[in-house]
Every structure is written in C-alpha cells, then in structure tokens.
C-alpha cells in the first residue's frame, strides 16, 4: 500500500515538474519576443557638432563616452557577473546576468545564488509595463509582480543604465542639461511621462566617477512607496566600439545618504551594440 502512496506521489510530482517546465519554455519564448522588440537599430554617426551647445562639462563627458565617427546605437546587449544582497542583513550572492538596454526599455536575465538555493528569472520594463519574475531553480515561482509602482521603479532603473547607453542621453533624445559646477552635471528627461533627473559626478577628462536620481521605491523607513536617492560608484571603465562605458560598478538604494543599502555590484563580461540603420526620429 505505501509502495503504491509513494508511486502516486512521485506521479503527481513529475506531472507538477512537467507543467512548471513547460510553463518556464512558453515564458522563454515570451522574454524572446520582448527582447526582439527592444533591438532598436543606431543612428547616425556621432559628431562633436551634436554637442558644441551643450556646456563644456557635459560636452567633456559626451566626447569622453563616445567616439566621433562611432555610429549612435539605440540598444546595447549585456553580459555581467558579480554579486547581489537581498537586504541589509543578508549575505551576498553571486550574480550572473545578461542584459539587453535601450532607449525604450531593458530586460535583465539573472541567475542569483548557487547549489539548490539558485533563483532564475528576469526584471524587464517593455512596452510601458515592468515586471519581476523570479523562480528557485527557474522551476519553483519565488516572486511575480507587476504593478503601477513597479513600472514607475523600472523607469527609474532605465534612466539609471543610460550610463551604459549614453547615446541615449544626448539632447538629440530630447534631453535637457544643465551644469551643477566643474564636475557635476544634470540630465532631466522623461521616459513614457515619468521625469527623470539624473546626476553625473565627471573627473576632469569626462570620465564617470558617480550616478545618483531620485528612484520610486519602497526602501523608506516605514516600507511605502516614494522617491527614494538611487545611485552607485564607477570602478572601472572599458571602451567597446567607440563607447566608453562603466565596466565595473557598485549601487543601491540611499545613495548619499547614511541610510545606504549597497545591493548590486557588477563587472561587464561582454558586450554588444546593435548595429542596424536608422536615422534620429
């Protein structure tokens, strides 16, 4: 009799493994879809005439990000590795992900953690909605969520990657600037009608030393949703086909602030920007 419970049980299980599979293969092609709408082919080739108006930190820093001649992409593929902090008290965890960002929105693919405690999942912001999505294993669901205050959040953490897309921040994208002094520079823009203010701190060359922007969160003191300080420190910086982008960095949330939870830190391993044709809209 318990021989014929246990078989049952097994049988129930490997049917209930079998629709989480098949369930984990219809999101994969979903997030291909996504992902294939997000590959938005470059501009025109970038010339310092795009910047001569602009004031001469934040030409410093454009002339240092970009190459004159480099064709202006729209979208930039991703692969990173580093770690991860679930909270305040919690340890860190090792991170891979890959990543594709553009000017219309990202999808960040991570596996975090090791051994039988890995989470598998996505946070994306497409076609004006974000979405978190993570599953133990990429079988087990840990965490789905999709709501106003999550795509307002996503808004926040696209603005924040521009740095590793700055085409996206040239005022040719409708961004205005504006000088703080010497080494501080301010891009406001908005992204599908939520305003963004982000703040570069710049060295003397252009090169990116620090990224802050008011982010909508729920990291206040009392757990509810507000405009939370969101930013990070540049460790390393790499030149990749005419960019030169942030390859090694540290963020999180309150940043600035004593109340800082430094949650996210990451090395780029590779990269792609899409190479397609396309004039300025």
Do not use: C
């Not at 590795?81 to 860190?92: A, H, I, M, S």
């Not at 965490?143 to 307002?152: D, E, G, H, L």
């Not at 909508?216 to 003191?221: E, N």
């Not at 930013?231 to 602030?257: K, L, M, N, R």
Request: aromatic share 10%.
């Amino acid at each position: 009799m318990f021989t014929k419970i246990f078989l049952g049980i097994g049988v129930l299980l490997a049917i209930a493994l079998l629709v989480l599979a098949i369930l984990r293969l219809g999101n994969a092609q979903e997030m291909s879809a996504k992902e294939r709408s997000l590959e938005l082919p470059v501009g025109r080739l970038f010339t310092e005439d795009m910047v001569t108006e602009l004031p001469e930190p934040v030409k410093r820093y454009f002339l240092h990000a970009i190459s004159p001649g480099t064709p202006l992409a729209n979208s930039v593929r991703l692969k990173m590795n580093g770690n991860f902090k679930l909270g305040q008290d919690k340890p860190w965890l090792p991170m891979q992900a890959t990543e594709i960002l553009s000017s219309q929105g990202f999808i960040w693919k991570a596996t975090i953690g090791r051994g039988l405690l890995r989470m598998v999942g996505a946070d994306y912001y497409v076609n004006r909605s974000g979405r978190m999505q993570f599953a133990l294993l990429g079988l087990l669901p840990l965490v789905k969520a999709s709501n106003p205050n999550i795509n307002r959040s996503s808004i926040g953490r696209l603005a924040g990657e521009f740095i590793w897309l700055p085409s996206a921040l040239l005022p040719q994208q409708g961004v205005d600037w504006r000088v703080i002094d010497e080494h501080t520079i301010q891009a406001s823009l908005k992204i599908d009608g939520e305003p963004i203010t982000l703040t570069l701190i710049i060295d003397p060359d252009g090169k990116l030393l620090k990224f802050s922007l008011p982010r909508w969160g729920d990291r206040s003191a009392d757990g509810s949703w507000a405009y939370i300080p969101f930013g990070g420190e540049v460790q390393a910086e790499h030149s990749f086909d005419g960019y030169t982008i942030p390859s090694q960095i540290s963020a999180g949330w309150g940043y600035g602030t004593s109340s800082y939870f430094e949650s996210f830190r990451a090395a780029i391993a590779n990269h792609n920007y899409e190479i397609k044709q396309q004039q300025w809209q």
